[in-house]
């Protein structure tokens, strides 16, 4: 069963909240934040870069605090407010090519604790540990985490009468994306809600796994002082139909000494490739791989008889399985690691990412620009395998998937 509770959330006023919110923060190119930063006073991005204002480079500690003293001048100068009341609410995302629309709640540490809501992704202590002393001095979190639940024809129909009411937020953004938000704080439909989400048995993690680990450290560490709101961290609840879900491609600086003759040769080890010539290619189902080399796109059509496991009969066999057919597993253990060096895929400075909604021409540009030798396309990951992932408590290798939808910085505060 699954615990979601209302929250007094601080959110900004009606007439200033396409304004205020913003996009992630390391989404900004240096210029853009420039921009945004001297031309918007409202920007949420000025509590995120407190120090920006006066051009220097501070400590953690000062940094911290001057989020904290820079969110209270937000909520001093009336431009957030804080509800009276819990509330859950009903935010909608509509971008020119897809409409999200999903429940923000308070989600519980105890059922994170208890593979109730399940997770597909490693994290990096470093970070969890930066994020969770982030949100034990400045007291407040507004990133909540991407979390699925199984596509449920009741709460569709709900969802489609509420969104007849009036929303208290309805405005666009210049990135041509369209926001709606309904608040939720009638206690006959909190109680159906709770009631609702009692009845799922699982959630699963999609986006924040990073800030899920964070807030269960922070809840850890710091609930003998008795905060009920250490009990729950904020997020995003959609159904896993709703969510969208590109891959990460990879370029690498170079072959690790290989010809281009000789790797495409050891390629066809694992792959019968066809050369595509300048064909802007890339894969169209599970099992393909495209790459583009010295000028060339290639299609690379994985052997899978390469990674027949034999008959799967118990457990060890099923999970063994379910992570060496995904498509990012296979490009490391087939090509990655054997063939070109890279062992760790988080830290090898000789591969980098590129998110799959980004055009493959800017794989070519820079492949072609002389700083990277290859570059590789991946077919993206579904839901399924993420929840069978999750459900076998298996670790996805790290930038397997990129998720959306990305919540708006700013547009929601869950205080602590």
Known sequence: ??????????????????????????????????????????????????????????????????????????????????????????????????????????????????????????????????????????????????????DNETLNNWIAEKKKSEPIYNYSTTNKEKHQLWKIDSDEEILWLQNEFEKIPELYIADGHHRSASAELLYDEDRHLGNQNLNYFMSFLISESNVKIYEFNRIIHDLNGYSKENFLEKLTEN????????????????????????????????????????????????????????????????????????????????????????????IKELVDEGEYEVGFMLFPSDISEIKALADNNLIMPPKSTYIEPKFRSGLMVYEL
């Open 271 to 362: 792959f019968i490739i066809k050369d595509k010539e300048q064909e802007l290619w890339k894969p169209q189902s599970k099992f393909e791989f495209g790459m583009y080399l010295d000028g060339h796109f290639y299609a690379l059509f994985y052997k899978q008889e390469n990674n027949f496991n034999g008959n799967v009969n118990n457990n060890i066999n099923i999970q063994s399985s379910i992570l060496s057919n995904l498509d990012a597993q296979i490009l490391y253990d087939k090509v990655l690691q054997p063939l070109l060096g890279i062992e760790d895929l988080r830290n090898d400075e000789r591969i980098e990412y590129i998110p799959g909604k980004q055009s493959i021409l800017t």
């Open 1 to 150: 069963m699954a615990k979601i509770i209302p929250f007094k959330a601080v959110r900004p006023t009606p007439d200033k909240v396409a304004l205020v919110t913003c996009r992630n923060y390391d989404d900004y190119s240096p210029a853009e934040l420039a921009s945004w930063l001297n031309f918007n006073p409202y920007s949420f991005l000025h509590v995120i870069n407190p120090a920006y204002v006066h051009s220097q480079k501070i400590t953690l500690d000062k940094r911290f605090k001057g989020v904290i003293h820079k969110y209270q001048d937000f909520k001093n100068e009336g431009v957030f407010i804080k509800e009276e009341k819990p509330a859950f609410f009903l935010y909608e995302i509509k971008t020119k090519a897809q409409t999200f629309i999903g429940f923000v709640a308070g989600t519980s540490i105890e059922d994170y604790k208890n593979n109730v809501i399940k997770r597909h992704e490693d994290t990096l202590q470093y970070r969890v540990e930066y994020f969770k002393d982030y949100l034990h001095q400045t007291g407040f979190n507004t990133e909540p985490v991407l979390i699925t639940y199984p």
